[in-house]
């Protein structure tokens, strides 16, 4: 069974400095890993995702996450919080073996204080 | 830009009445999602379909939740009677399928409040 974790319910960073969100995933085989953020009472809205390739990979308004396969971990980050950042974010995988099934983390919530 | 239409947005029902939730998925998109989401916490999958089969239903109540895709295309969830505890956000999503290096898409979600 796949699996996926988010270690922190909030995270808070102030405007400017830099922000991680943490996560980390079990499935048996190779994994697809996905980020998306949600803004209250709506759907969630996809960020980046890890395939192949680079461990370092680039998605939308200015974030990154870094693949490391040690560490069975997908960590998302911004060099410059924004206070527009503040959201609910979450991590999900898929095993590659396993069809179509997404699995989500149960979030975390970032926010960025002016 | 193609979006997941999902309706009605809110809808409030009164404990043991029926309701039900409607997905219009992305043109082509052969796998759609049906997810549950509590407040302040991550969406649990529900049911999903490849087509207009059923891939995984394990975490769906069968006793009183039901969903179809009758032609691949649209799909219907349904609960009868509802429960409190079924006041949530259900989100619907699709992907392409094939290999699943393709992210899901989101509707806005149907907010449930059982009263």
């Known amino acids: 069974a796949q699996s996926v974790a988010q270690p922190e319910d909030q995270v808070n960073v102030a405007e400017g400095n830099p922000l991680t969100v943490k996560c980390t995933y079990s499935?048996?085989?190779?994994?697809?890993l996905f980020w998306y953020v949600q803004y209250p009472n709506r759907g969630l809205q996809f960020l980046l995702k890890?395939?192949?390739?680079?461990?370092l990979v680039k998605g939308s308004y200015g974030f990154e996450a870094e693949f490391n396969k040690s560490q069975t971990s997908f960590h998302l980050k911004k060099p410059s919080a924004l206070v527009s950042d503040s959201a609910l974010y979450f991590c999900?995988?898929?095993?590659?073996?396993?069809?179509?099934?997404?699995?989500f983390g149960g979030g975390t919530r970032l926010m960025v204080k002016p | 830009e193609a979006e997941v239409a999902q309706s009605p947005r809110y809808k409030i029902t009164e404990k043991s009445q029926a309701v039900a939730f409607w997905c219009d998925p992305i043109?082509?998109?052969?796998?759609l999602y049906w997810y549950r989401q509590i407040l302040g916490q991550g969406p649990e999958l529900l049911v999903q379909?490849?087509?207009?089969?059923?891939?995984?239903d394990s975490q769906l109540p069968k006793d009183r939740f039901s969903a179809e895709r009758l032609k691949g295309v649209d799909s219907t969830l349904k609960i009868q009677p509802a429960e409190l505890g079924d006041s949530a956000m259900y989100l619907c999503?699709?992907?392409?399928?094939?290999?699943?290096?393709?992210?899901?898409?989101f509707g806005q979600g149907t907010r449930l409040t059982v009263v």
């Open positions: 999503a699709s992907s392409p399928g094939g290999a699943g290096d393709t992210e899901a898409f």
């Open positions: 499935v048996s085989g190779n994994p697809y």
């Open positions: 890890y395939i192949t390739g680079d461990n």
């Open positions: 999900a995988v898929r095993d590659i073996n396993a069809g179509n099934m997404l699995t």
């Open positions: 043109s082509g998109h052969a796998t």
């Open positions: 379909f490849q087509d207009e089969s059923v891939v995984d």
